[in-house]
Structures are given as structure tokens and as C-alpha cells.
């Protein structure tokens, strides 16, 4: 059970991203007060929440009228997330877990930013959402292990809010050098249980003997 716990808390930080999410959203809030920007740290990681525990709930049911297997998507979210650590441990920009340039680009110019770009896909991306219901699906429907997968998904978007309270403070102590440093690091993490979930599929896909 601890195994499953530091696995899920691992691979939500990582493609959750709260330290990058937090300094996002206080470069696209600089003109905003205080109490606006803490109203949508708060909406985000609601809206982001919901969307989240949707796909938890829902993503076995999915894979199933799919007729997708767990060693089919053990392989394919392995290999996003894969790609995700790579241009992480690079410190390139993202659209598994951060936003695109055109998205940014949009969002300079909206006043509540807290839905588009920040709730999705800034935390709740893609990354993220193929990572819960990988984590989900391989539960095999044990209700204890998924309980620690969700348990787990919600202290880290709560890691997220207090990040988002505190972004300009973590903008202005970490700089660019110090994110691209927990970039790295938690990089190179995710890349290694991205090749395990690739191997676990491919073992379970009966191709090899």
C-alpha cells in the first residue's frame, strides 16, 4: 500500500505540476489583487478536482466500451508520460502539462483565467488525466488501492491551492533556474515509472512468453 501511495503521489506531482502551475499563474495574475487571484487558485482546483475524479470514476467504464486493455493502456499512458518526463528533464515547455504558447497567449487577455488555462489544461492536463485512470485501471478494481490513488490525487491538487496562494512568493524565491531545476529532478522520476508502466503492460500483453 505505501508502494502505491508513493507511486500515485509521485506521478500526480509531476504531471500536476504545482510549482509550475503556481508560477503561471503568477505571471498571467500580476495586475489582479489579492483577492481576486486567491477566488480563482480556489475555482481552479475545483474545477480541476471535478474533472479529475470524473475521469477516476469513469475511466474504467471507458476503457471498457473501448475494448482497451490495462496492458494496452499500462503501454500507451507509460509512453505519454514518458514524453512528458523527457521534455521535462530538457526544461521544455509541455502541452501534457503546461499550456501551449497560443494558450498563453489567450489567457494574458482574459480576466479570470481560473477555468481556461489554469483549471484545465495548466492542472488537470492531459498527463494528469491519463495518469489517473492508468492508476485507476490498475487497482484491478481493488477498492483499497483505489482509495489510496484518489487519497493520493487530492493532497496533491491541496499542494497545488497552497502553491497557487503562494505563487508570487515561490515566482520570486525559485526563478526560472530553480523550476527548471524541480523539472529535472521530478523528470527523471517520472521517467522511470513511465518505462515500468510500459513494461508492466508489455509483460501482461502475453507477446512476450
Not at 136 to 142: S, V
Not at 173 to 189: N, P, T
Request: hydrophobic share 55%; with cysteine; net charge neutral.
Amino acid at each position: 500500500m505505501l508502494e502505491t501511495a508513493a507511486v500515485a503521489f509521485t506521478t500526480f506531482f509531476v504531471t500536476l505540476g504545482p510549482i509550475e502551475a503556481a508560477a503561471m499563474f503568477a505571471a498571467l495574475t500580476q495586475n489582479r489583487t489579492a483577492q481576486h487571484r486567491r477566488l480563482m487558485a480556489i475555482r481552479a482546483t475545483l474545477v480541476a478536482t471535478g474533472i479529475l475524479l470524473t475521469f477516476a470514476v469513469l475511466g474504467d467504464s471507458l476503457l471498457g466500451l473501448l475494448g482497451i486493455s490495462l496492458a494496452a493502456l499500462q503501454t500507451a499512458g507509460g509512453i505519454l508520460l514518458l514524453l512528458i518526463g523527457i521534455d521535462m528533464v530538457f526544461a521544455r515547455a509541455s502541452g501534457g502539462t503546461t499550456t501551449t504558447n497560443a494558450e498563453t497567449q489567450e489567457a494574458e487577455h482574459k480576466q479570470d483565467i481560473s477555468v481556461f488555462p489554469l483549471a484545465t489544461p495548466l492542472i488537470a492536463g492531459p498527463g494528469a488525466m491519463g495518469a489517473i485512470i492508468l492508476l485507476i485501471a490498475n487497482a484491478q478494481g481493488d477498492l483499497a488501492t483505489q482509495l489510496i490513488v484518489i487519497a493520493s490525487l487530492i493532497a496533491v491538487l491541496l499542494i497545488t491551492l497552497l502553491c497557487l496562494f503562494g505563487a508570487t512568493y515561490i515566482q520570486k524565491r525559485l526563478g526560472v533556474s530553480g523550476q527548471h531545476v524541480f523539472s529535472r529532478v521530478f523528470g527523471v522520476l517520472l521517467c522511470a515509472l513511465a518505462v515500468q508502466f510500459v513494461f508492466d503492460g508489455i509483460g501482461q500483453s502475453g507477446l512476450l512468453p
